[in-house]
């Protein structure tokens, strides 16, 4: 019996040659999950271009199949579109978990899980024909990811800092009592006291807005008993 191959629905352009549908769909799969996962890549994530795209292309075909099926097998009261991409949302979450990864008490990767799944979500809606607005969807996930954080950053949102200060013993009392007028709050310290002189080094872990932080280093900088400073954010958002 001749297979029968049932003309393809695109968006913008309707019902396509088959092969030629397929083509675009696969070939749009491939690129908008090569743009996320370039985004993903620069930023040294786990899932970079290859898995992304991969995911993408991926999920388009299950949804390609599960809608060509209905159109070749006919539309009884069984048969249902929606199973196969059902499928492909519970799935997609073994790889989601395996991007996740616990190291001390912080989770990360939540955010290159979350871009897994979404990616996937995208390879649904081109499979099913949507490639115009599976666009829109990829520009809306890389606005998220590169714009939320920056405007985070500018309205001051709160991180945990480890700082180290070095310096005369006496500036442990100016540092605090700065930090007790401040808007910071102080959650761990620690001093470590040099033998020979007058030095030590003083930990602090405070959690903090971008914005304290900078005025935190610039007072600390005008002091003329710290040496030097050192600190980084040591939890904040994966993006």
Same mark, same amino acid.
């Given at each position: 019996?001749?297979?029968?191959?049932?003309?393809?629905?695109?968006?913008?352009?309707?019902?396509?040659?088959?092969?030629?549908?397929?083509?675009?769909?696969?070939?749009? !799969?491939?690129?908008?999950?090569?743009?996320?996962?370039?985004?993903?890549?620069?930023?040294?994530?786990?899932?970079?271009?290859?898995?992304?795209?991969?995911?993408?292309?991926?999920?388009?075909?299950?949804?390609?199949?599960?809608?060509?099926?209905?159109?070749?097998?006919?539309?009884?009261?069984?048969?249902?579109?929606?199973?196969?991409?059902?499928?492909?949302?519970?799935?997609?979450? #073994?790889?989601?978990?395996?991007?996740?990864?616990?190291?001390?008490?912080? %989770?990360?990767?939540?955010?290159?899980? !979350?871009?897994?799944?979404? %990616?996937?979500?995208?390879?649904?809606?081109?499979?099913?024909?949507?490639?115009?607005?599976?666009? #829109?969807?990829? %520009?809306?996930?890389?606005?998220?990811?590169?714009?939320?954080?920056?405007?985070?950053?500018?309205?001051?949102?709160?991180?945990?800092?480890?700082?180290?200060?070095?310096?005369?013993?006496?500036?442990?009392?100016?540092?605090?009592?700065?930090?007790?007028?401040?808007?910071?709050?102080?959650?761990?310290?620690?001093?470590?006291?040099?033998?020979?002189?007058?030095?030590?080094?003083?930990?602090?872990? %405070?959690?903090?807005?971008?914005?304290?932080?900078?005025? #935190?280093?610039?007072?600390?900088?005008?002091?003329?008993?710290?040496?030097?400073?050192?600190?980084? !954010?040591?939890?904040?958002?994966?993006?």
């Amino acid at each position: 019996m001749e297979l029968i191959h049932y003309d393809v629905y695109i968006e913008g352009f309707g019902q396509v040659n088959f092969y030629l549908g397929i083509g675009i769909k696969v070939l749009t !799969a491939v690129f908008l999950g090569l743009i996320i996962g370039l985004d993903r890549e620069k930023k040294f994530k786990s899932a970079g271009i290859k898995t992304q795209i991969m995911i993408c292309v991926g999920a388009t075909i299950y949804t390609a199949i599960s809608i060509l099926n209905i159109d070749l097998y006919g539309h009884g009261p069984n048969i249902d579109p929606n199973r196969l991409p059902a499928q492909i949302v519970s799935g997609i979450g #073994f790889l989601g978990a395996g991007a996740i990864i616990q190291s001390r008490g912080a %989770v990360l990767g939540l955010t290159t899980a !979350a871009t897994i799944w979404v %990616v996937a979500a995208i390879g649904m809606s081109i499979g099913s024909g949507y490639v115009l607005s599976s666009s #829109f969807f990829t %520009v809306t996930i890389l606005v998220i990811l590169n714009l939320i954080e920056p405007i985070l950053k500018f309205l001051g949102k709160e991180e945990l800092f480890h700082v180290e200060i070095r310096g005369n013993k006496k500036m442990v009392k100016s540092i605090l009592r700065y930090i007790d007028n401040s808007s910071m709050e102080l959650l761990d310290s620690e001093v470590f006291h040099s033998e020979e002189d007058e030095r030590c080094n003083f930990h602090i872990e %405070v959690k903090s807005g971008t914005k304290d932080m900078k005025k #935190f280093i610039a007072f600390t900088r005008s002091n003329d008993r710290i040496e030097n400073i050192i600190h980084r !954010a040591v939890r904040k958002s994966s993006y």
